[in-house]
């Protein structure tokens, strides 16, 4: 499956912002698990979370309370809600597919097959 991550920008410490993964075509990934990951320049690419075909969620400490992630089936979308940024969360966020369907509680980038383009997230302090 080919994803694509959009909705990034630049925004003040404090904001919110909403990140959507997608499916290109006609494909349904209703019953992949899509992570999100983010990486930072000169940081290693770091697990955000993960949201399995059922719905169940995972987070990282340093999202938790911040950020949650939905599944819209209607839109073959997963939505990722970020509120309260902080500078640190500047990064590119990408999200990708795992088609065994179900998340770890702390995943890594071997869990997942397919990747899409990231998407730029600025927060300014």
């Known amino acids: 499956v080919q994803l694509q991550a959009f909705g990034g920008g630049l925004v003040q410490a404090g904001d919110s912002l909403r990140l959507s993964c997608a499916a290109s075509?006609?494909?349904?990934?209703?019953?992949?698990?899509i992570g999100w990951f983010r990486q930072s320049p000169g940081k290693e690419r770091e697990w955000v979370l993960c949201?399995?075909?059922?719905?169940?969620?995972f987070y990282s400490d340093s999202v938790r309370g911040r950020f949650s992630v939905s599944r819209d089936r209607a839109k073959n979308t997963v939505n990722l809600q970020m509120n309260n940024l902080e500078p640190e969360d500047t990064a590119v966020y990408y999200c990708?597919?795992?088609?065994?369907?179900?998340?770890?509680?702390?995943?890594?980038?071997?869990?997942?097959?397919?990747w899409g383009q990231g998407t730029l997230v600025t927060v300014s302090s």
């Open positions: 990708a597919a795992n088609r065994l369907g179900f998340c770890r509680p702390t995943g890594t980038t071997a869990d997942f097959d397919s």
């Open positions: 949201i399995g075909n059922s719905g169940r969620a």
């Open positions: 075509g006609r494909t349904s990934f209703s019953h992949y698990a």
